[in-house]
């Protein structure tokens, strides 16, 4: 559903009237209980203290979404991305919340009574202070999974998981960059942003390390090996280069074609978040950025393309 259809069936649904405003949407307090608003394009939009009870979202857009102190007792939430939503003290007791998208939602202090949560990405969640004394897992004919005060965090907090490679080049600038040119591509791939650069380390004269946290749990268990085949696919590639050749592998100058994001003739700093590409919005551009990097970003690109495609 299309940001205006959305739109549309809100003001069918008598929520709201007239036309379609640009920017977010202020649904604070809005009564939705029972609405079908399945694959509803709401990205941000304000639900604080919604009665969303019992509403059909499957398959909705709420990326960004504020619904803290929202009610959903009941809702079909299965699907919806949720990605960095706020839930803060939302009711979403017997909420079906399976194959959802809860990447870096904030759920401080909700209630997840009854909920199900199979096949969910939990990457990044934020949950402390919650409440859930069972919740039902649907891919096991319904099964009750009860828990005591504060087990189900215990269970389900995020532990990100940490992946590294050695390649056969100097801790450098330029190695820094090579980094993050690892992340940017992997995470263009699996078009979601789920390994970050968490640093590097000398470990020989001509030996670093680069250590990167793997955010989804599924990455980590089916194709964390892969990182290893890029490891020695690039380390063939710097086999016999020195130092030299590999920046003169990079297009002149990188800050021109970053727009300014980085310069191999500055430090480069590493950060815990890894710069996302998103795939509807800069399609083919991703792929002409590492091609306007030259050689040694068209290289990584194809190496990491060829072994996760």
């Known amino acids: 559903m299309t940001r205006e259809e959305t739109w549309n069936s809100l003001v069918s649904l008598r929520v709201i009237s007239g036309e379609i405003p640009p920017g977010e949407w202020d649904l604070s307090g809005a009564d939705l209980s029972g609405a079908n608003l399945s694959e509803a394009s709401l990205i941000k939009a304000g639900l604080i203290k919604a009665n969303l009870c019992y509403a059909d979202l499957s398959g909705a857009n709420l990326g960004g979404a504020n619904l803290s102190r929202a009610s959903l007792r009941g809702a079909d939430l299965s699907g919806a991305d949720l990605s960095g939503a706020s839930l803060s003290e939302a009711d979403l007791s017997e909420v079906d919340l399976v194959g959802a998208t809860l990447f870096n939602a904030d759920l401080t202090r909700a209630?997840?009574?009854g909920a199900s949560i199979d096949y969910a990405n939990l990457s990044r969640w934020i949950i402390k202070d919650i409440v859930c004394t069972h919740l039902i897992e649907r891919k096991?004919?319904?099964?009750?999974?009860?828990?005591?005060?504060?087990?189900?965090?215990?269970?389900?907090?995020?532990?990100?998981?940490?992946?590294?490679?050695?390649?056969?080049?100097?801790?450098?600038?330029?190695?820094?960059?090579?980094?993050?040119?690892?992340?940017?591509s992997i995470?263009?791939?699996?078009?979601?942003?789920?390994?970050?650069?968490?640093?590097?380390?000398a470990i020989a004269d001509n030996d670093t390390?680069?250590?990167?946290?793997?955010?989804?749990d599924g990455f980590f268990d089916t194709k964390r090996d892969k990182i290893?085949?890029?490891?020695?696919?690039?380390?063939?590639?710097?086999?016999g280069k020195t130092l030299e050749t590999i920046k003169d592998d990079f297009y002149d100058p990188v800050k021109d074609a970053t727009n300014g994001l980085i310069s191999t003739r500055e430090d480069v700093p590493i950060r815990d978040t890894s710069?996302?590409?998103?795939?509807?919005?800069?399609?083919?551009?991703?792929?002409?950025?590492y091609i306007k990097m030259g050689k040694l970003g068209e290289t990584i690109h194809n190496i990491i393309f060829e072994t996760f495609r």
């Open 228 to 239: 290893q085949i890029v490891k020695d696919a690039l380390n063939e590639y710097f086999k």
């Open 187 to 201: 995470n263009y791939c699996e078009k979601s942003s789920v390994v970050s650069l968490k640093g590097l380390e």
């Open 111 to 113: 209630v997840l009574n």
């Open 209 to 216: 390390k680069f250590t990167f946290i793997v955010y989804d």
């Open 140 to 184: 096991d004919f319904d099964r009750v999974i009860q828990f005591d005060p504060y087990e189900f965090e215990k269970k389900y907090t995020y532990i990100p998981k940490i992946v590294e490679m050695i390649l056969n080049i100097p801790l450098t600038d330029s190695a820094s960059l090579i980094g993050k040119f690892i992340t940017q």
């Open 275 to 289: 710069y996302q590409i998103h795939p509807k919005t800069v399609g083919k551009k991703a792929i002409e950025f």
